[in-house]
Nanobody, 111 residues
Framework: EVQLQASGGGLVQPGGSLRLSCVASGFDFSRSFMTWIRQPPGKEFELVASIRDDYRVNYVDSVLGRFVISRDNAKNMLYLQMNDLKPEDTAVYYC?????RGQGTLVTVSS
């Protein structure tokens, strides 16, 4: 069974940083295309960042230069380093593989 559990969210002021983590199990993580998606309050899901098994990455334009996605295959962990956070980054963040997303973590950016 594919299991994904995100953590690391919280309340942060604009301009601050957070690092999200996701522990994965139940599948071959090292061979998997992984993504971080988010759902802002009252809005649709949005793909934030992705990382391939060859470590190639991609980002939505709104986070380019501020967020960094990474993975540790030895630990089955996915990360999202978020810098220079803005109020519009407020959302529940999920890690996902294909159509499966795990339990999310809430990020609130507010002064």
């Amino acid at each position: 069974e594919v299991q994904l559990q995100a953590s690391g969210g919280g309340l942060v002021q604009p301009g601050g940083s957070l690092r999200l983590s996701c522990v994965a199990s139940g599948f071959d993580f090292s061979r998997s295309f992984m993504t971080w998606i988010r759902q802002p309050p009252g809005k649709e899901f949005e793909l934030v960042a992705s990382i391939r098994d060859d470590y190639r990455v991609n980002y939505v334009d709104s986070v380019l230069g501020r967020f960094v996605i990474s993975r540790d295959n030895a630990k089955n962990m996915l990360y999202l380093q978020m810098n220079d956070l803005k109020p519009e980054d407020t959302a529940v963040y999920y890690c996902s593989r294909a159509t499966v997303r795990g339990q999310g973590t809430l990020v609130t950016v507010s002064s």
